[in-house]
């Protein structure tokens, strides 16, 4: 199926990771996540996938039913997202930290389309503070979005496009936007 491609203006800002960022990662996520109307967050860890939701002004976290701590000594890469924008934070080869956030409906026009992926999961285990443990076939694979029913395992991805100078097109970038069938559907 051919996606719609549509126009919407963003803006991309380099975002400074402060030395201490270590020292309570938690409150740092949930600072961003408040300041840039951000709802969930996706960690890459050394040891496993974390996810987490704003509620209340406090982020949860999955780690609570399954999977690793998050620290930033294991933290490879996370991503704060939600219908607003995205803020990306990864390790660098030298062991520093680069974030760089993404707001849609400010600066220039760009043409983009969005997708839907399916998250991995065919046999819900187990729930606890609105997180629900998945696995997935007879592998061991598991993780703990923050949903309950399979049709909301699907993830909302934004692929930004641009041109090149012979006039062909591809993905400048893309970024989360939201999980849930309820936040997928008609989000621009």
Not at 112 to 119: A, N, R
């Amino acid at each position: 199926m051919k996606p719609k491609i549509l126009n919407l203006k963003y803006k991309i800002l380099p975002l400074s990771v402060p030395a201490d960022f270590g020292g309570n990662i938690t409150a740092w996520f949930e600072e961003q996540a408040k300041a840039y109307d951000l709802k969930w967050l996706l960690v890459h860890a050394d040891d496993g996938v974390i996810w987490g939701e704003l509620r209340d002004d406090k982020i949860h976290l999955s780690s609570k039913l399954f999977g690793p701590a998050l620290r930033a000594k294991t933290l490879q890469m996370a991503r704060v997202f939600g219908t607003t924008g995205e803020l990306f934070i990864w390790k660098t080869d030298y062991c520093s930290w680069q974030a760089r956030l993404v707001i849609d409906n400010q600066g220039q026009e760009i043409e983009y389309f969005d997708e839907t992926m399916l998250l991995w999961g065919t046999r819900l285990e187990n729930s606890n503070d609105g997180f629900f443990l998945w696995e997935h076939g007879s592998g061991g694979l598991r993780h703990s979005p923050p949903v309950d029913i399979k049709e909301d395992l699907k993830l909302k991805i934004r692929h930004y496009i641009n041109y090149d100078d012979d006039g062909q097109a591809y993905i400048q970038f893309s970024r989360l936007v939201g999980i849930r069938a309820d936040t997928i559907k008609g989000v621009v």
